[in-house]
């Protein structure tokens, strides 16, 4: 079993960084993909990035790529979401997700463990 908490959320302009962690606690992780996903208010949860069990192979949505980077140290248990140049519109409770396989998903419903959320608010 893994538990997920991540943090590093906050308020931040249109044009700032911000770096999220995800923080793994159990056995499995360095065997899991793992998987950041968002919500905003209203909408269905989405696809953000994943990256793969050994750290390489990374995906992203469309909407992120060039802006957003993924990465995991697994002597660590820890998998970051680095987002550069943010927007109103990446505004969202940021979750991470991880899956008992060697590649991520963009499917939430392929991700076995949840972190409880962190919010992220970029103002215009």
């Known amino acids: 079993q893994v538990q997920l908490v991540e943090s590093g959320g906050g308020l931040v302009q249109a044009g700032g960084s911000l770096r999220l962690s995800c923080a793994a606690s159990?056995?499995?992780?360095?065997?899991?993909?793992m998987g950041w996903f968002r919500q905003a208010p209203g909408k269905e949860r989405e696809f953000v990035a994943g990256?793969?069990?050994?750290?390489?192979?990374?995906y992203y949505a469309d909407s992120m790529k060039g802006r957003f980077t993924i990465s995991r140290d697994n002597a660590k248990n820890t998998v970051y979401l680095q987002m550069n140049s943010l927007k109103p519109e990446d505004t969202a409770v940021y979750y991470c997700?991880?899956?008992?396989?060697?590649?991520?998903?963009?499917?939430?419903?392929?991700?076995?463990?949840w972190g409880q959320g962190t919010q992220v608010t970029v103002s215009s």
């Open positions: 159990g056995r499995t992780f360095s065997s899991s993909a």
């Open positions: 997700a991880a899956r008992s396989a060697v590649l991520p998903g963009t499917s939430p419903a392929l991700y076995d463990y």
């Open positions: 990256i793969s069990r050994s750290g390489g192979n990374t």
